[in-house]
């Protein structure tokens, strides 16, 4: 059982910048993705940004530049860096874990992100 908690999110102007952060706890073992999906009303949920446990990254196409995922293996946590945030990136970030060793999937409750004047 893998357990994430998720903070950092918030009401910022256009063009301001946050910082999410997820902490992992519990069974923590192998070889894993740790990131951030996202899902705004009427759409469907979407990758923003994942990295595995070796370090590497990637990103959707509509953050890249602005955003930046970082992990800490020794703490099971994982960091999302915003910056230059548009309107269009308002939405509930949810933070995932996924053990590719074991098959099993986790999700955080999830963190709103309101980009708005």
């Known amino acids: 059982q893998v357990q994430l908690v998720e903070s950092g999110g918030g009401l910022v102007q256009p063009g301001g910048s946050l910082r999410l952060a997820c902490a992992a706890s519990g069974s923590v073992f192998g070889i894993n993705v740790m990131g951030w999906h996202r899902q705004a009303p009427g759409k469907e949920r979407e990758l923003v940004a994942a990295?595995?446990?070796?370090?590497?990254?990637s990103y959707a196409e509509s953050v890249k530049g602005r955003f930046t995922i970082s992990r800490d293996n020794a703490k099971n946590t994982v960091y999302l860096e915003m910056n230059s945030l548009k309107p269009e990136d308002t939405a509930v970030y949810y933070c995932?874990?996924?053990?590719?060793?074991?098959?099993?999937?986790?999700w955080g409750r999830g963190t709103q992100v309101t980009v708005s004047s």
């Open positions: 995932y874990y996924r053990s590719v060793t074991y098959n099993r999937n986790y």
């Open positions: 990295v595995t446990s070796g370090g590497t990254t």
